[in-house]
């Protein structure tokens, strides 16, 4: 997720099963989905969860690990991760 900034937002984020900070990942468009991977979120939703993630944070910036916490958490949940979590 260190990378996110620098992609496409209309890009698909794409990760290899189980999902974890340490999978595979790539973004590609929907019609050329990576051999083995299989599709996490949008870049551009990716975006805005960080930016929830920061906000109920009282800005705090992501380190890595929680960047990819809060993106998994919402591809899975199709919800925010709490602040509690």
């Known amino acids: 997720m260190q990378s996110l900034d620098e992609q ?3 890009g698909l984020i794409y990760a290899a099963k189980p999902w974890t900070a340490t999978s595979i990942a790539a973004v590609a468009a929907l019609d050329e989905p990576p051999p083995g991977l299989d599709y996490l979120l ?3 939703l ?3 969860v960080l930016e929830v993630w920061s906000s109920w944070r009282d800005g705090a910036p992501p380190t890595a690990a929680e960047k990819c916490e809060a993106v998994i958490h919402y591809a899975e949940h199709d919800a925010y991760l709490d602040v509690r979590h």
């Open 8 to 10: 496409p937002p209309e």
């Open 42 to 44: 949008e870049v551009e």
């Open 46 to 48: 990716a975006h805005d």
